[in-house]
């Protein structure tokens, strides 16, 4: 029985849609959609101050084991977001410092663990976007367990498919299918332009209520009926 499971490295995503997307926050695309949104245990080890794009290397290996995540580096790509499915491993931390670097080096954006770090100066040192569970000083070893690369895999409670889309910024991660991907950019341009715009007048004293109609929806709730 095979220990490894590996799938064909992922096309990656058209360029002018990371770019579009980068412009988009991922706020702004919960407003209007609530699917794959990476679970908020998941939180940036440092602030990233912008939206990053990239395409999903998916890693999936289990509790005290790190040899495929080393494998995986080999595979990456400059643009890729390397997803890590630990398989409900809470204790143990597969990537440090060493991990990171080397992620780093071979051009992934970020990285998205469902599961603590550690080393967490050093990877804020390599520049390398992390969000994780948080950090822990109980380190995976190299025990030759198994696990898969480039095969579905849950992080966050979403499933991620390798090639999907991942966004991310200081509010969360959103993985997207991409064949869903434009038809969110479109909408998410849109409200994204919008954004802000009644500030002013809020600033000049209009009360909130009135400029969303919330205030309508409750006087129209709170009259007696007829």
């Known amino acids: 029985m095979k220990k490894y499971h590996i799938g064909p490295v992922p096309e990656q995503i058209d360029p002018a849609l990371a770019a579009g997307l980068g412009a988009v926050e991922v706020a702004t695309i919960g407003h209007f959609r609530h699917r794959g949104f990476v679970s908020h245990r998941l939180r940036p080890i440092a602030p990233l101050g912008g939206v990053l794009v990239g395409t999903a290397i998916t890693v999936a290996i289990p509790g005290t084991d790190s040899t495929l995540l080393h494998h995986a580096m ?9 997803v890590i499915d630990r398989l409900g491993d809470t204790r143990h931390a597969c990537l440090g410092g060493g991990v990171a670097l ?5 051009g992934a954006i970020a990285v998205v663990l ?4 550690t080393d967490a100066e ?3 040192e390599v520049g390398l976007p992390v969000f994780c569970t ?9 025990n030759d367990l198994g696990g898969s690369l480039n095969r579905p895999v849950s992080c966050g409670n979403v499933p991620v498919l390798p090639g999907d889309v991942v966004m991310m910024d200081d509010c969360g991660v959103l993985v997207l299918p991409p064949d869903e991907a434009f038809e969110v ?5 849109a409200r994204q332009a919008r954004a802000g715009r009644n500030r002013g007048r809020v ?3 209009e009360k909130l209520g009135e400029l969303s109609g919330a205030s309508r929806l ?8 007829g």
């Open 74 to 82: 080999s595979v990456v790509r400059p643009g890729d977001v390397v």
């Open 218 to 225: 409750v006087a129209a709730a709170l009259e007696p009926q």
């Open 203 to 205: 600033e000049a004293g």
């Open 185 to 189: 950019l479109e909408e998410g341009a």
């Open 134 to 142: 948080g950090v822990s000083g109980i380190t995976t070893r190299l």
């Open 122 to 124: 050093e990877i804020v």
């Open 114 to 117: 469902d599961g603590p770090c």
């Open 102 to 106: 080397a992620a780093k080096v071979a």
